[in-house]
């Protein structure tokens, strides 16, 4: 049995594991991410995308983190209450940046996740992700960035 700041600690390192296979495309570990009645609503200025189960948040977020794509996902300042051994609740705050090739737009913003996560087996696992927007800005592309590494490229799902 793991002490209440062990758990604490987990739930940080779920967190910031979620981020970064977002921004590496690592749908694999993203699937041992979450449960499998998990849901999400994610809430922008020019967006709502709200899903159930955890194959379907798996595909869309598979879908949207695509080759072309270039993604900065970055959580800090969490707030995690400890609801019982088993079940918990966070607030974090998010600056994302995302540059679309395939629609030519660069999206940047802040947002505030709210959580719930739950522990099976000795693992806590997302099992409901939400956030709405503080402020997001959408910027057309007017010319190719020179970018010269791009890990989505190589790893993100192509689309035809």
């Not at 522990?119 to 970018?147: F, H, S």
Request: contains cysteine; hydrophobic residues 35%.
């Amino acid at each position: 049995m793991s002490s209440p700041l062990e758990d604490l600690e987990q739930i940080r390192r779920l967190k910031y594991r979620y981020c970064r296979c977002i921004d590496t495309a690592n749908i694999a570990e993203l699937r041992e991410l979450f449960t499998e009645d998990a849901s999400v609503r994610y809430q922008g200025g020019s967006y709502l995308f709200e899903a159930e189960g955890r194959d379907k948040i798996i595909g869309a977020l598979e879908y949207a983190f695509h080759a072309e794509a270039i993604a900065r996902h970055t959580v800090n300042h969490p707030e995690i209450d400890l609801v019982s051994p088993t079940e918990a609740k966070g607030v974090w705050y998010l600056t994302d940046w995302f540059l679309d090739l395939r629609h030519k737009i660069v999206t940047e913003g802040s947002a505030l996740y709210r959580d719930t996560y739950v522990k099976r087996d000795g693992r806590w696992l997302i099992q409901r992700a939400t956030y709405e927007r503080i402020y997001e800005i959408v910027t057309p592309l007017t010319q190719a960035p020179n970018i010269t590494a791009h890990w989505l490229a190589q790893h993100g799902k192509k689309q035809p």
